[in-house]
C-alpha cells in the first residue's frame, strides 16, 4: 500500500469503520480503587524532586496503579494490554498468584541476613537455575541488576585473562553503570565524561539497517525484505561483517583480548538479529585471541525466545560467562552471572567478590517461583507459538504499509522497523512515531521503543500472553497506522 494514497481513499477507509477502536478481550480482574497523590501531584513532584531525565513514554506519562497478567491498569481504572512488561522484565506475568503467594511465604519468614550466613532459598535457586545451563557453567555469582551482572563480567573477563580490552557490538546495551557504559554503544547512552577505558566498539550485524542482508539472514520466521542470491548454507551478509569483526580485531584492540559481550538478540537497540552463524565464528576469532565470550541474556533469557531457554543456544554456541536480570525475577530487582569453575577462581585471587543483597532470600525464593511457572505454565512453548503468531501476522501488516520497514525476532521478542519508505529505510521521523504509539496507548495497547532513532516499536509481553490479545493488539496496531496515513494524506491534500 502506497503512502501517497489520495485523501479520498483515507476517508472511505474511515467510513467503513476499519479503524474503530478495536474490542480489548475479556479480564475477570477488578483492580482497586486509586486513592493515591493526585496526577498532577505526581507531575508536579517528578518535576521538582525526580531526575531531570526525560525517560517517561508520552507527553502525559501513564500512571499506573495495579497488574495482573498480561493488563495493567491506570490510576482512573482503564486497562491495558501490556506488551512491554516493563522493559521485557514480567516475565510470567504481573503479580503471578503463584509468584505472589511464594513472596507473601517468603515475606512473613525471613527477608535478609546477606551472605555472611546460608540460607536454603539461596541454595535451592542456585541448583535449579544451574540445571538449566549446560557443563561447565556451574558457578553463580548474585547481584541486584543486569549492569552490576555486566560490571562483574567485565571484571571476571579481565581477571582470568589478565588483558584489558573487551569488545560490544555498535547498538549494544549493557548497563548503565560507569563500568559498563563502555559496552553500551547506543547514542543517548554515550556518557560525555571520559569512561570505557579498554572498551572498543565493533559494526554491529544488522541485516535490516546495515550495509549486508539478504532474504534468509536471521533466525526469524520473517526475513527482511531485502533479496539475495546466497544458497540455502551459505550467507554472504554473515561474511561481510565476519570481515568487520576481523579488522576490528586487526586495528583497534590488543593482540590478545579479555573478551566479547554480545546479547543474542539485541534488545535495546530495537530487537536487531544478526546473520545465521555469526557469533558462532565470532566467538571462535575471540578464543583464538584468548579471550572470553559474555552472553548477555538480560533481555533473551528464560524461555522467552520460544526455541530455546536461552538465547545462546539459538546460536548453537557456548559462552564463558552468562549474565541475567530482568525475567529472573519477573520484576523482582535480582539478577545474576553464571560461569566456570576456573573462572570463578580466576576472579577470586583478584577480588573477594561481595554484595549485601545478592541471593537474598526473598529474591532467590521468588527466582524458584518464577523459573517452576515457566515450567508448569509451559510459557517457553507458549511463547514459541504465540510469538510466531504474532509475528506472521505483524509480517502483513509489513507488506500493507510502506512505512513498516522491518518486522523481527524470535518468540515474544519482536521489532517494527518504521521507515519513510521501504526503498530507502531512512527511520521514520520521531514526531510521526510518536504519534503511533500514542494511538496505540490510547487504544489500550503498550508497547516499548527502541533503535538508535527510537524508530523500531518493541513487543515483549509476558510470556502468559494468548491469541486473543495478539489479535487485539495487532489490530490496535494496524488501525494506529490507518490513522497516521490518514493524516498524512490529509497533510498532503
Ligand atoms: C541486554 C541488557 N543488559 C543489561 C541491562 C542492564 O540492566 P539493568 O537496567 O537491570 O541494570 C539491560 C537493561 O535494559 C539490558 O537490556
Given at each position: 500500500?502506497?503512502?501517497?494514497?489520495?485523501?479520498?481513499?483515507?476517508?472511505?477507509?474511515?467510513?467503513?469503520?476499519?479503524?474503530t477502536?478495536?474490542?480489548?478481550?475479556?479480564?475477570?480482574?477488578t483492580?482497586?480503587?486509586?486513592?493515591?497523590?493526585?496526577?498532577?501531584?505526581?507531575?508536579?513532584?517528578?518535576?521538582?524532586?525526580l531526575?531531570?531525565?526525560?525517560?517517561?513514554?508520552?507527553?502525559?506519562?501513564?500512571?499506573?496503579?495495579?497488574?495482573?497478567?498480561?493488563?495493567?491498569?491506570?490510576?482512573?481504572g482503564?486497562?491495558?494490554?501490556?506488551?512491554?512488561?516493563?522493559?521485557?522484565?514480567?516475565?510470567?506475568?504481573?503479580?503471578?498468584p503463584?509468584?505472589?503467594?511464594?513472596?507473601?511465604?517468603?515475606?512473613g519468614?525471613?527477608?535478609?541476613?546477606s551472605?555472611?550466613?546460608?540460607?536454603s532459598?539461596?541454595?535451592?535457586?542456585?541448583?535449579?537455575?544451574?540445571?538449566?545451563?549446560?557443563?561447565?557453567?556451574?558457578?553463580?555469582f548474585?547481584?541486584n541488576?543486569?549492569?552490576?551482572?555486566?560490571?562483574?563480567?567485565?571484571?571476571?573477563?579481565?581477571?582470568?585473562?589478565?588483558?584489558?580490552?573487551?569488545?560490544?557490538?555498535?547498538?549494544?546495551?549493557?548497563?548503565?553503570?560507569?563500568?559498563t557504559?563502555?559496552?553500551?554503544?547506543?547514542?543517548?547512552?554515550?556518557?560525555?565524561?571520559?569512561?570505557?577505558?579498554?572498551?572498543?566498539?565493533?559494526?554491529c550485524?544488522?541485516v535490516?539497517?546495515?550495509?549486508?542482508?539478504?532474504?534468509?539472514?536471521?533466525?526469524?520466521?520473517?526475513?527482511?525484505?531485502?533479496?539475495c542470491?546466497?544458497?540455502?548454507?551459505?550467507?554472504?551478509?554473515?561474511?561481510?561483517y565476519?570481515?568487520q569483526?576481523?579488522?576490528?580485531l586487526?586495528?583497534?584492540?590488543?593482540?590478545?583480548?579479555?573478551?566479547?559481550?554480545?546479547?543474542?538478540i539485541?534488545g535495546?537497540?530495537?530487537?536487531?538479529?544478526?546473520?545465521?552463524?555469526?557469533?558462532?565464528?565470532?566467538?571462535?576469532?575471540?578464543?583464538?585471541?584468548?579471550g572470553?565470550c559474555?552472553?548477555?541474556?538480560?533481555?533473551?533469557?528464560?524461555?522467552?525466545?520460544?526455541?530455546?531457554?536461552?538465547?545462546?543456544?539459538?546460536?548453537?554456541?557456548?559462552?564463558?560467562?552468562?549474565?541475567?536480570?530482568?525475567?529472573?525475577?519477573?520484576?523482582?530487582?535480582?539478577?545474576?552471572?553464571?560461569?566456570?569453575?576456573e573462572?570463578?577462581?580466576?576472579?577470586?585471587?583478584?577480588?573477594?567478590?561481595?554484595?549485601?543483597f545478592?541471593?537474598?532470600?526473598?529474591?532467590?525464593?521468588?527466582?524458584?517461583?518464577?523459573?517452576?511457572?515457566?515450567k508448569?505454565e509451559?510459557?517457553?512453548?507458549?511463547?514459541?507459538?504465540?510469538?510466531?503468531?504474532m509475528?506472521q501476522k505483524?509480517?502483513?501488516?509489513?507488506?500493507?504499509?510502506?512505512?513498516?520497514?522491518?518486522?523481527?525476532?524470535k518468540?515474544?521478542?519482536?521489532?517494527?522497523?518504521?521507515?519513510k519508505?521501504k526503498?530507502?529505510?531512512?527511520?521514520?521521523?520521531?514526531?510521526?512515531?510518536?504519534?503511533?504509539?500514542?494511538?496505540?496507548k490510547?487504544?489500550?495497547?503498550?508497547?516499548?521503543?527502541?533503535?538508535?532513532?527510537?524508530?523500531?516499536?518493541?513487543?515483549?509481553?509476558?510470556?502468559?500472553?494468548?491469541?486473543?490479545?495478539v489479535?487485539?493488539?495487532?489490530?490496535?496496531?494496524?488501525?494506529?497506522?490507518?490513522?497516521?496515513?490518514?493524516?498524512?494524506?490529509?497533510?498532503?491534500?
Open positions: 500500500m502506497c503512502p501517497s494514497l489520495s485523501r479520498a481513499f483515507w476517508t472511505s477507509v474511515t467510513k467503513l469503520g476499519l479503524h477502536k478495536p474490542r480489548m478481550p475479556p479480564c475477570d480482574f483492580p482497586e480503587k486509586y486513592q493515591s497523590l493526585a496526577y498532577d501531584r505526581v507531575l508536579e513532584v517528578h518535576r521538582l524532586h531526575p531531570p531525565v526525560p525517560t517517561a513514554y508520552f507527553p502525559k506519562p501513564l500512571l499506573l496503579h495495579q497488574g495482573h497478567m498480561e493488563w495493567l491498569f491506570d490510576h482512573e482503564n486497562r491495558y494490554l501490556d506488551c512491554f512488561s516493563g522493559i521485557v522484565t514480567v516475565s510470567v506475568g504481573h503479580c503471578h503463584k509468584v505472589n503467594a511464594v513472596a507473601q511465604k517468603q515475606l519468614r525471613l527477608w535478609h541476613t551472605a555472611l550466613f546460608f540460607h532459598p539461596t541454595h535451592e535457586f542456585a541448583e535449579k537455575l544451574l540445571a538449566l545451563l549446560p557443563e561447565p557453567l556451574k558457578v553463580i548474585f547481584v541488576s543486569g549492569s552490576e551482572a555486566n560490571d562483574l563480567a567485565m571484571l571476571m573477563a579481565r581477571a582470568h585473562t589478565n588483558r584489558t580490552d573487551l569488545i560490544s557490538f555498535r547498538g549494544a546495551y549493557h548497563g548503565c553503570s560507569p563500568y557504559l563502555g559496552l553500551t554503544n547506543v547514542g543517548p547512552f554515550r556518557m560525555e565524561l571520559p569512561s570505557g577505558l579498554g572498551c572498543q566498539s565493533t559494526m550485524p544488522d535490516f539497517r546495515g550495509p549486508w542482508g539478504g532474504s534468509h539472514c536471521r533466525d526469524s520466521p520473517v526475513q527482511t525484505i531485502r533479496k542470491s546466497c544458497a540455502p548454507d551459505c550467507c554472504q551478509a554473515r561474511d561481510q565476519i570481515e569483526f576481523k579488522d576490528t586487526n586495528t583497534s584492540v590488543a593482540k590478545s583480548i579479555a573478551g566479547f559481550f554480545a546479547e543474542p539485541q535495546v537497540n530495537g530487537v536487531v538479529q544478526y546473520p545465521k552463524g555469526f557469533l558462532k565464528e565470532a566467538f571462535k576469532l575471540v578464543r583464538e585471541r584468548e572470553v559474555i552472553a548477555d541474556e538480560v533481555q533473551t533469557g528464560f524461555g522467552r525466545l520460544g526455541s530455546h531457554f536461552w538465547g545462546f543456544q539459538t546460536h548453537d554456541i557456548l559462552p564463558d560467562i552468562v549474565t541475567m536480570a530482568k525475567g529472573i525475577g519477573n520484576g523482582f530487582p535480582m539478577a545474576a552471572v553464571v560461569t566456570t569453575p573462572i570463578a577462581k580466576s576472579l577470586a585471587k583478584c577480588m573477594y567478590h561481595f554484595n549485601t545478592g541471593g537474598s532470600p526473598m529474591a532467590c525464593a521468588i527466582g524458584s517461583a518464577v523459573l517452576e511457572v515457566i508448569e509451559n510459557l517457553q512453548e507458549n511463547s514459541q507459538e504465540v510469538g510466531t503468531y509475528l505483524l509480517a502483513e501488516l509489513r507488506d500493507e504499509f510502506e512505512i513498516v520497514g522491518d518486522v523481527r525476532g518468540g515474544l521478542m519482536i521489532g517494527i522497523e518504521m521507515v519508505d526503498m530507502g529505510r531512512q527511520p521514520l521521523p520521531q514526531e510521526e512515531v510518536n504519534q503511533i504509539h500514542e494511538d496505540c490510547r487504544m489500550g495497547l503498550i508497547i516499548g521503543r527502541g533503535g538508535i532513532f527510537a524508530q523500531t516499536f518493541r513487543i515483549a509481553p509476558s510470556m502468559c500472553i494468548t491469541k486473543p490479545d489479535h487485539f493488539a495487532v489490530e490496535v496496531f494496524r488501525s494506529a497506522l490507518i490513522q497516521h496515513m490518514e493524516r498524512r494524506a490529509q497533510q498532503n491534500s
